[in-house]
Nanobody, 124 residues
Framework: QVQLVESGGGLVQAGGSLRLSCAASRRNFSIYAMGWYRQAPGKQRELVAGITSAGSTKYADSVKGRFTISRDNAKNTVYLQMSSLKPEETDVYYC??????????????????WGQGTQVTVSS
């Protein structure tokens, strides 16, 4: 079983920044894609950003240029640096870990493991 522990959420003013972290307890962390999703009440969970084992990244169009996903394989941790945050981005943010290794940008994160989520609140 893979455990994912998110941290770094909180309250920030519009235009501000936050960095989310997700520590994964699994062997061979580096060979698995990781990602960040978000979900508002009553809405579907959506991919915010993903990163493959090779370091290729994918972003939702709405966050391109403002959010950056990165990973530190030595620490088994993936990060999401968020800047220029908007009130409509108030959501629960979830860390996701691929079940199968060496996935590409187009095949990663199908049926992933999930973290417990961290609340991000952006005030106007």
């Amino acid at each position: 079983q893979v455990q994912l522990v998110e941290s770094g959420g909180g309250l920030v003013q519009a235009g501000g920044s936050l960095r989310l972290s997700c520590a994964a307890s699994r062997r061979n962390f580096s060979i698995y894609a990781m990602g960040w999703y978000r979900q508002a009440p009553g809405k579907q969970r959506e991919l915010v950003a993903g990163i493959t084992s090779a370091g290729s990244t994918k972003y939702a169009d709405s966050v391109k240029g403002r959010f950056t996903i990165s990973r530190d394989n030595a620490k088994n941790t993936v990060y999401l640096q968020m800047s220029s945050l908007k009130p409509e981005e108030t959501d629960v943010y979830y860390c996701a870990a691929d079940r199968n290794p060496i996935r590409t940008i187009t095949t990663m994160l199908t049926n992933p493991y999930w973290g417990q989520g961290t609340q991000v609140t952006v005030s106007s």
